[in-house]
């Protein structure tokens, strides 16, 4: 299983903390592969974006306007986190239904 996520977001912290033996990532320093971002533009489309991020409010218009595989590739700390892949299978966020999911 597969983390990629801020090493500063409580979020992630909770995630990983949740699951120990997840491989964690951190979008900042080692990117998130296209083939990744791919799977996950095709599984949650424009959700993938955090429209509430501090990246998000210092684009302007024009940069917001772009493709959301763009931005992500410009700004990988754009994108929604925690990002979850185990094997076939992505998860977006932490919530209950995704904590309920993957920590069984």
Known sequence: MLI???KTCDTCRKALKALPDAEFLDVRADGVPSAVIDAA????????VN???TTWRELDDAQRA???KELLADHP????RPLIVD????????TKDVQASVAG
């Open 4 to 6: 990629y996520g801020l």
């Open 41 to 48: 533009l095709a599984e949650f489309g424009e959700k993938l």
């Open 51 to 53: 429209t509430r991020s």
């Open 66 to 68: 772009r493709p959301a």
């Open 77 to 80: 700390t754009l994108m929604k």
């Open 87 to 94: 094997g076939e299978t992505m998860y977006l966020g932490w």
